[in-house]
Nanobody
C-alpha cells in the first residue's frame, strides 16, 4: 500500500506560480511511476504530467507543456509539480497518483494508476 499526500495548493493571481508537492509513504518509492492529474468542477479528472520511476523521463499534457514541470526526489519520497504562468483555466483540484512500473510508457489515464492522494485545491484568479 502506498499513501500519497499532496500539499502546496492555494490562491494565486494569473501569471503567478505555485509548487505542489506529493509525499509518498508505505513502500519503497523507487520503482513507482508518478503522475499528476487535475479535476475542475463539473469536469472529468484530466492528465497533467507523468514522470518515470527514475525521474529521467517526463511527459506532459499539451495544455501544460512549457509551463509546468514535474520532478521527483526519490531519497525524500517526494514528487513535485512546478506550475508557472498560471491561468484561470488551471483552477482545479490537483491529485498525484502512483503505479509500480519501471517501464517507460507514458501513463496518462486514470485507470493506469493504483494509488491516489486526496488532492489539493489550486485557484487562479484573473
Amino acid at each position: 500500500q502506498v499513501r500519497l499526500v499532496e500539499s502546496g495548493g492555494g490562491l494565486v493571481q494569473a501569471g503567478g506560480s505555485l509548487r505542489l508537492s506529493c509525499a509518498a509513504s508505505g513502500r519503497t518509492f523507487d520503482g513507482y511511476a508518478m503522475g499528476w492529474f487535475r479535476q475542475a468542477p463539473g469536469e472529468e479528472r484530466a492528465f497533467v504530467a507523468w514522470i518515470s520511476w527514475s525521474g529521467e523521463h517526463t511527459y506532459y499534457a499539451p495544455t501544460t507543456k512549457g509551463r509546468f514541470t514535474i520532478s521527483r526526489d526519490n531519497a525524500k519520497n517526494l514528487v513535485y509539480l512546478q506550475m508557472n504562468s498560471l491561468k484561470p483555466e488551471d483552477t482545479a483540484v490537483y491529485f498525484c497518483a502512483a503505479r509500480f512500473s519501471t517501464l517507460l510508457n507514458h501513463l496518462i489515464t486514470i485507470r493506469e494508476y493504483d494509488y491516489w492522494g486526496q488532492g489539493t485545491q489550486v485557484t487562479v484568479s484573473s
